[in-house]
């Protein structure tokens, strides 16, 4: 309609003589040249604002005497974090500290994600149970969890975990090292003799390798294929020697000491977050699974399949198509959701910068936008991803023969 | 869907002039007089230093706009009835009352650890008082200037009694409790450090998950400064079973601080705080400060504005100090009544008695 128009407008215009013959008045009419024009002076402008803003906060903050500037980062951070993937003491810097927090939020986002899907897929599928139980409990599930805030969900997880774990001394321990108390779940670590990791890193992709064989071109299954592909990295330490020990954690004074900690901040975020976004993820596959035509069940009835392998290999596959769209935004809350980390204490990427760090340094623009960066390169990561996933998973239009 | 289009922006309008209504009141000091800030900006100075000051701006405001605490008690806390009540708080009604003559024209902002200074920075609020270290980081690149001490502070440990520790000494790979965004997290790992200790920190955002935390036994001890542990040790289930550890390992000066540029109000919370600390060195108070007028010693005829007018040279009231005595009272009443033996907190003077008593309390001479 606004194309019929504007071409109406511009034959008027032409009628009545308006345009020269000149090529710049002739390139004008071009609607595809003055499309380009406009959109040009448009960018423009938004540069021009974003300029604008830049340059006025900036004069405002030397104006008021605050510092601006990334030089912060080389100083010593002087705070301690007490979860951290990489090296990180009180002295190391603020750079530091701000991947100590990158790592923490993506740790606690993939086992979330992964967690989130997996509660999900299970709870949204026991919902179409034909069990009347089994539908009514994890309808319940859903609804329940769906309706609280996530906020509160997240204090009751935290103090719950809390108040029912004992203190250290008398720490539940099914044995082999394994503890479990206020402070959180201790476990041994492996310790490798100097030299041995990357072998077995090496062993243990060959015996990817190898699955992938036995299934595809000697179509072996289950146990058969378990068992060969325990076989290189198995091989391979008998080799060597065994050339592992395990680095038990001990109660000495008042804490822990060796082995692998999570702390119970780290639980109880992962608990909400998988379990609050599982609900909806839940309903999404609910949703995917509804949207299969009754027909293609049917037929497989027909052809005598069980119905885990209906739901396999017919439903599933077919309701991907519907899922994976509303559960890249998903995955995309479960990341910006971990944000909340800050009110119990996880040492996430805001409360490690965009929290303790800022009020040490006190550059609220700079910490504030590297926070909002890492968040936008995160969330863009996952939607690419889930992106080229849906891409995959769509139907592919044959060509005519 | 076209015919419902009418009542789509109808019903927006309307939704938006809702909203509108019943907005709070927003102050409307900053943001006037585009003619004198774009001259301020011409002389490099604080918007407020050319368009007469943060002092014209609360005047014509008619009230202070006071950041404090989300609630510590007896630095700044709502009582039962929803008013503010604290050593910060009176602070800043002792500013209300040497500006207005009424010590109730202050308006209270809670502020977390975190906010205060971008608060304070953006203008939101015309002072902070909320106790805040004075540091040389805070004073030079946040852009403020801390205006003296109300309370002289050190960080100290609380720990439960039946832990069997009387030293921080001991705490060598314990786990400690403390908020973010405090100086408490610098120290405490300062001091862990240079004692070779090992420790394990848990800091969280707000102080009633700390004490939550440190109730359910997530950590052996809490660190904050020594008049924080005295406030939120009474939140606890049984206060009684948690003692204080004697090592005060830093120095805590709390006080209000202004926005820099502005020296003239600066000078106005400076000398509110030695009004305050004098008159409790001449035994000025609250009650007995009318009848003092007649007293024949010039210093407290100074202080009270009997004789000489320095409350003018302030760009404020003859009186000034008369009524911050009378409405608020001296430090000494201040402190007793907010933090002192006979409240809950039972905290001793200490550092905070007046310098002729031991303490470091010194107020520069007025005249």
């Known amino acids: 309609m606004i194309k019929s128009w504007l071409s109406s407008v511009i034959g008027l215009s032409s009628a009545i003589g308006l345009s020269g013959d000149n090529a710049l008045a002739r390139s004008f009419q071009d609607p595809r040249i003055r499309g380009w024009l406009m959109q040009a002076a448009v960018l423009l402008l938004v540069a021009l604002g974003i300029f604008e803003l830049v340059q006025n906060t900036v004069l405002n903050l030397q104006k008021a005497n605050i510092a601006s500037g990334f030089g912060f980062l080389e100083n010593p951070a002087g705070f301690a974090i007490n979860f951290s993937l990489i090296e990180y003491s009180a002295q190391s810097d603020f750079l530091r500290a701000f991947f100590v927090g990158v790592l923490n939020t993506l740790l606690v986002a993939v086992l979330g994600i992964v967690l989130a899907t997996l509660i999900g897929f299970s709870v949204g599928i026991a919902r179409l149970s034909p069990n009347w139980l089994v539908a009514r409990l994890a309808g319940l599930f859903i609804e329940t969890l769906r309706n609280i805030p996530l906020l509160l969900q997240l204090f009751f997880w935290y103090f719950v975990v809390l108040q029912l774990l004992p203190s250290q001394a008398e720490s539940l321990t099914p044995g082999g090292g394994i503890f479990l108390n206020n402070r959180g779940l201790f476990v041994p670590r492996i310790l490798w003799e100097a030299g041995t990791f990357a072998p077995f890193c090496a062993a243990l992709f060959a015996s990817l390798v190898l699955a992938f064989f036995a299934r595809k071109k000697f179509a072996l299954e289950g146990w058969k294929v378990l068992a060969i592909a325990a076989l290189p990295p198995l091989l391979l330490l008998l080799v060597l020697g065994w050339p592992l020990s395990l680095d038990m954690p001990v109660l000495e004074g008042f804490g822990f000491q060796g082995g692998i900690s999570l702390i119970p901040e780290f639980i109880a975020l992962l608990l909400a977050l998988s379990i609050y976004t599982g609900a909806f993820v839940a309903e999404n596959v609910r949703s995917g699974v509804q949207a299969v035509p009754k027909g293609q069940v049917e037929a497989a009835k027909a052809l005598g399949l069980p119905s885990g392998l209906i739901m396999r290999k017919i439903i599933l596959p077919q309701a991907m198509r519907v899922i994976v769209p509303p559960l890249t935004s998903q995955y995309l809350n479960l990341t910006k959701n971990s944000s909340l980390a800050v009110a119990i204490a996880y040492p996430d990427l805001v409360l490690v910068f965009a929290n303790t760090a800022l009020s040490q340094v006190g550059q609220a623009v700079e910490i504030i936008a590297m926070t909002m960066v890492v968040y936008l390169l995160i969330s863009l990561g996952t939607s690419l991803f889930m992106n080229w996933y849906n891409a995959r998973l769509a139907l592919k239009e044959r060509g005519v023969a | ?367």
Not at chain 2, 118 to 139: C, F, P
Not at chain 2, 206 to 221: L, N, Q
Not at chain 2, 284 to 303: C, F, G, H, T, Y
Request: aromatic share 8%.
């Open chain 2, 1 to 367: 869907m076209r015919n419902q289009a009418p009542a789509l922006i109808f019903g927006i309008v309307f939704g938006a002039l809702l909203v509108y209504l019943f907005l709070p009141g927003a102050p409307s000091g900053p943001a006037r007089d585009a003619q004198d800030l774009s001259k301020a900006e011409q002389e490099n100075l604080a918007p407020e230093a050319a368009r007469g000051g943060t002092l014209r701006v609360v005047r014509d405001r008619g009230e202070l706009l006071c950041g404090v605490s989300q609630g510590l008690p007896g630095f700044s806390n709502p009582d039962d009835k929803g008013d503010w009540r604290g050593i910060d708080v009176d602070v800043c009604r002792a500013m209300a009352a040497a500006i207005f003559g009424d010590a109730s024209k202050v308006r209270f902002r809670a502020l977390s650890a975190k906010e205060r200074f971008t608060a304070l920075q953006a203008g939101e609020i015309d002072v902070l008082s909320r106790n805040t270290t004075w540091t040389l980081t805070r004073d030079t690149v946040l852009g403020l200037d801390f205006a003296g001490v109300t309370y002289y502070d050190g960080q100290s440990f609380m720990v439960r009694r039946d832990l069997g520790v009387s030293s921080v000494l001991a705490l060598d790979r314990a786990t400690i409790c403390a908020n973010t965004g405090t100086t408490t997290e610098l120290n405490a790992a300062d001091y862990f450090r240079t004692n070779g200790l090992e420790f394990e920190m848990v800091v969280f955002e707000k102080t009633d998950e700390v004490i939550a935390a440190y109730d359910a036994g997530r950590c052996e001890a809490y660190t904050t400064d020594a008049s924080g542990l005295y406030a939120e040790r009474l939140k606890l289930k049984n206060p009684d079973e948690h003692i204080i550890l004697p090592e005060v390992i830093s120095k805590e000066p709390l006080g209000p601080a202004v926005r820099q540029g502005d020296d003239r109000w600066a000078d106005i919370v400076r000398w509110t705080l030695y009004a305050m600390i004098e008159a409790e060195e001449l035994g000025v108070n609250s009650a007995n400060a009318q009848e003092m007028k007649k007293s024949d010693n010039p210093a407290i005829r100074r202080l009270l504005g009997v004789e000489n007018s320095y409350g003018q040279n302030l760009g404020l009231r003859g009186d000034w100090a008369f009524q911050i005595i009378t409405q608020v009272g001296n430090y000494g009443e201040i402190f007793e009544r907010n933090v002192g033996k006979n409240t809950p907190l039972g905290i001793p003077r200490g550092l905070n008695a007046l310098w002729t008593k031991g303490g470091l309390m010194y107020a520069m001479p007025v005249r």
